[in-house]
């Protein structure tokens, strides 16, 4: 019996569970990136059962590896899922997940948990390059928005069970939980189609057809698909008319070049508004904030607070994106995330002049800062370049820009405590909320809506945008 027979037909259910399994890995990340804060402390204990503590600087090379890994992952991800197709690389991912998991069960020597967190950036890179255009790819124009931002709500949510179940459960137990995650993805998601435009792009029309119709629950002559699939093989060819290397046509033609400055700067600005040193060092922040106050969370409770907040934020994502659009999301987030670093800046500054100032702004703010980068920032900085490219960029587009996050959250992660040191904590929150307020102006002036709408459609607004600013140039000559 066909799959699309189960549910009623034209039904979306069978995109959601596809999106749902496309996205599992990043669960799995998202809990790997989540264990540095329970574990960690567990590990540097006297109660460690490594028998003797981590030191400080093991445990940066344990956080900040995975970003360095990650930086030539993205590139190599983002080929192998052109060559050989989104399917398998998803699974490959699951499998590197697995792999850091037994890694971790398998000894406490550091080098093989410095190799494992290693790992963990070859998952981070094939979640966030892969599962996003896989997601758009599988998803109708109505849903792809709320789908998209699923990577953001696995990743959010893998971050807080984390955090919950390594306050509950002893250390062996937590990695066997974790690894059951990818090892169930693996077998789950070999009954899931291969994306239609990879399909296309391989000749495999009939196979192609077939995934569109079990994606829609419908049947291969449907009139929907039949035009689902005219849109894709449309702009394959529009793709083939050019065959010269990808990322060296963006920048030679004016509009994917424009395309991609757009993308460029709305993901390197997510990874600098705050959200990556916040996650990482908020119980130092908490600490240092809480001085001489009444206000004192142990690091587990604060982490679980900002996962709590960062998956509702997610969630929030998740709900409004396709109501909202795109780009009022993104503004109100960088906006509010913007207001909130400066005014942590401004609490730190006024306690150097020991002028007394509310105990409870750091926790505010800081929450408010988590809440909008996973409610606005990282959810469109995930979703933008899917929509705003052709099958034939998506993942060269995603490796280069995830590629520079990836460099400069590495950066973060080992320059931001002995920066903050030197110049004082709160120059480093200004620096974030000014980079938050420019984001807000940009998405105002430059950067289209995008919601529901196709690429050809996107692409007409680029050219106008870009026509007006030569007009304004040659009016003012």
């Not at 009444?294 to 934020?313: D, E, I």
Request: proline share 4%.
């Amino acid at each position: 019996m066909k799959l699309y027979k189960t549910f009623r037909e034209g039904s979306k259910i069978n995109q959601i569970i596809c999106a749902i399994l496309i996205n599992l890995p990043v669960l799995s990340y998202g809990a790997s990136i989540g264990w540095m804060s329970p574990m960690t402390l567990l590990l540097q204990s006297e109660n460690t059962p490594r028998g003797v503590p981590l030191t400080d600087a093991e445990v940066s090379w344990m956080a900040a590896i995975p970003y360095l890994v990650c930086m030539p992952c993205n590139i190599l991800v983002a080929v192998i899922a052109d060559k050989v197709g989104r399917k398998i690389t998803v699974i490959f991912i699951s499998l590197a997940s697995a792999a850091s998991w037994v890694l971790l069960l398998s000894s406490f020597n550091i080098w093989v948990l410095i190799l494992a967190r290693a790992l963990v950036g070859v998952t981070m890179s094939g979640c966030y390059v892969t599962c996003p255009i896989y997601t758009k790819e599988i998803s109708d124009n109505s849903i792809r928005g709320a789908l998209g931002c699923l990577v953001i709500l696995f990743h959010t949510t893998g971050n807080l069970f984390l955090y919950v179940i390594g306050d509950l459960l002893n250390y062996n137990i937590i990695l066997w939980i974790c690894l059951m995650i990818p090892t169930v993805h693996v077998v789950a998601f070999l009954f899931m189609p291969e994306s239609p435009s990879y399909l296309v792009k391989k000749g495999k029309f009939e196979a192609a057809c077939s995934a569109l119709a079990w994606l829609k629950c419908s049947t291969e002559d449907d009139l929907k698909v039949r035009e689902e699939f005219d849109v894709i093989t449309k702009e394959q060819k529009n793709d083939e008319t050019n065959s010269k290397f990808s990322l060296k046509e963006i920048f030679f033609d004016k509009t994917l070049r424009r395309a991609y400055q757009i993308v460029a700067v709305v993901t390197l600005s997510r990874e600098v508004c705050g959200a990556i040193p916040v996650l990482n060092f908020a119980g130092d922040i908490f600490n240092l904030a809480s001085k001489d106050s009444g206000l004192v969370l142990t690091p587990n409770q604060q982490a679980m607070l900002l996962g709590a907040v960062q998956v509702v934020g997610s969630v929030l994502a998740s709900s409004v994106v396709e109501k909202s659009g795109r780009k009022p999301l993104l503004f109100l987030t960088s906006l509010i995330s913007g207001v909130s670093m400066c005014v942590l800046g401004t609490w730190f500054m006024l306690r150097d002049f020991n002028v007394s100032a509310a105990s409870w702004v750091p926790l505010l703010t800081l929450c408010v800062c988590i809440f909008c980068d996973s409610s606005g920032l990282q959810p469109i900085s995930v979703v933008l370049p899917g929509e705003i490219f052709s099958f034939k960029y998506r993942g060269i587009v995603m490796g280069t820009t995830m590629a520079c996050a990836s460099l400069l959250d590495f950066l973060q992660l080992l320059f931001f405590k002995p920066l903050a040191n030197a110049v004082g904590i709160q120059i480093s929150f200004y620096f974030f909320g000014i980079v938050c307020l420019l984001m807000a102006a940009y998405v105002i002036i430059i950067i289209p809506e995008t919601k529901a709408r196709c690429l050809e459609d996107i692409y007409k607004d680029l050219f106008k945008k870009k026509t007006k600013v030569i007009d304004k140039e040659v009016t003012r000559a």
